[in-house]
């Protein structure tokens, strides 16, 4: 497993499929990072408190376009 520091540095666009499955494009700082020893290695994503809103954002609207897909018998 590659282990890595991810900063997101712009949210460009975010998108949604029937299967399921939220998409989004980013501008990020992508780098390899050494695993600490005796913690379970994981990479990490890092993102300002804009980009965090952005991301909050993003997904309430792309859920929201899930639900309105959903019959009402399902909601």
Do not use: C, Y
Not at 42 to 48: A, F, I, P, R
Not at 65 to 73: L, N
Request: without cysteine; aromatic residues 4%.
């Amino acid at each position: 497993m590659k282990i890595h520091q991810i900063e997101i540095q712009k949210f460009k666009a975010a998108s949604n499929s029937s299967h399921g499955t939220v998409s989004f494009k980013v501008d990020a700082l992508v780098t390899p990072k050494t695993p600490v020893d005796g913690i379970e290695p994981g990479s990490l994503v890092t993102m300002s408190e804009a980009n965090a809103r952005v991301l909050m954002a993003l997904l309430k609207k792309q859920l929201a376009e899930f639900d309105g897909r959903k019959a009402r018998s399902q909601r």
